[in-house]
């Protein structure tokens, strides 16, 4: 791991807001369920939206009603997430920044994720269009879904792997 | 006799090494947060289109119908990584009053959600959502949200799980 990323590491997790957080009994688990929160926002709409453009479930709406119904919500769900995430990460930063499950889910399977995820947001209208779905669509959804499975399964693999 | 079957289960030679295998654990632990997640959004969207906060060019009861299924079957498969996560620490958990308050959240929780889809598709036809109706999103939401603190604080307070 690169030095200056180390030191930091070592730099936030000394930081008052960070010591604060792992000096009080309270205060972590409260950071954890906030991440946990938002995270449910986030996964739920993203699932609701591509099980749709799979082609599964009732087809009581279309994927592109469902998604931009759930927008705004989606993104506040992640913005949650990002700032529970990154008090959790600050409290053991140098810790997390030589574990390689979440420098595989923070380096390479969200930035993939959110990709896809923005590409789908994006080409949602044009898919819309066509008489039924295109494949290519169905493919993104189940790629996208996988992609989360795989984040959520390296964020589980972080102990196990530190 | 509930202390009984906690040890029988704990004992129990499938539980035992499902919880001891790191693989089966962690994929345990995997579809519990995952099915989680897809159980809690999707419930406090519901709720929140309930509450006139989520798209209304989507009807309530369209996005319920779209949902529901979705809520059902992750209930389900988190009610059973749950069982198994719970089954291999039964006497542990057995001892734990936080893991019964999480259980009774979680249990009207549910009972929120039942009355949710019950009820959606006639709160949908009025012209405007009734204030029990509102009352019972709220509830739902705090509940869940109740039930993810509950569920962290298990290990931060007794060190189980």
């Known amino acids: 791991m690169d030095g200056s990323l180390l030191g930091f590491g070592q730099w936030l997790q000394n930081r008052s807001f960070a010591l604060a957080i792992a000096g009080s009994d309270w205060a972590y688990p409260l950071v954890q369920a906030t991440h946990f929160t938002g995270l449910s926002i986030w996964v739920g709409t993203n699932v609701a939206v591509d099980l749709s453009l799979i082609g599964l479930g009732k087809k009581s709406s279309t994927s592109l009603q469902l998604s931009d119904a759930l927008f705004i919500w989606n993104w506040i769900g992640f913005g949650i997430a990002v700032i529970g995430g990154f008090l959790l990460f600050s409290v053991s930063a140098e810790t997390y920044l030589t574990n390689i499950a979440f420098l595989t889910k923070l380096g390479l399977l969200i930035p993939l994720g959110l990709v896809l995820h923005v590409v789908i947001q994006q080409k949602a209208p044009m898919w819309e269009k066509a008489l039924e779905t295109p494949p290519v669509a169905k493919v993104a959804g189940f790629t996208e879904l996988l992609l989360w499975l795989c984040v959520a399964t390296a964020a589980v693999l972080i102990p196990y792997v530190g | ?161």
Request: charged share 10%.
């Open chain 2, 1 to 161: 006799m509930f202390l009984h079957i906690c040890r029988w289960l704990q004992d129990n030679s499938f539980i035992a090494v499902i919880n001891g295998t790191a693989w089966t654990a962690a994929a345990v632990e995997i579809v519990h947060y995952f099915s989680m997640f897809i159980l809690v959004g999707s419930m406090v969207i519901v709720d929140l289109r309930v509450l006139g906060l989520v798209g209304r060019a989507q009807g309530a009861t369209q996005l319920a119908d779209r949902l529901f299924p979705w809520i059902w079957a992750s209930l389900v498969l988190n009610f059973v990584s749950g069982f198994l996560m719970f089954a291999g620490s039964a006497t542990a958990y057995y001892r734990n009053d936080i893991f019964y308050d999480k259980m009774g959240v979680v249990l009207l929780a549910i009972v929120a959600n039942i009355i949710v889809q019950q009820k959606v598709r006639k709160w949908d036809q009025l012209p405007a959502m009734p204030v029990w109706a509102k009352s019972i999103a709220v509830l739902s939401i705090g509940l869940w949200v109740g039930a993810i603190i509950a569920g962290v604080e298990v290990p931060a307070l007794t060190g189980v799980g």
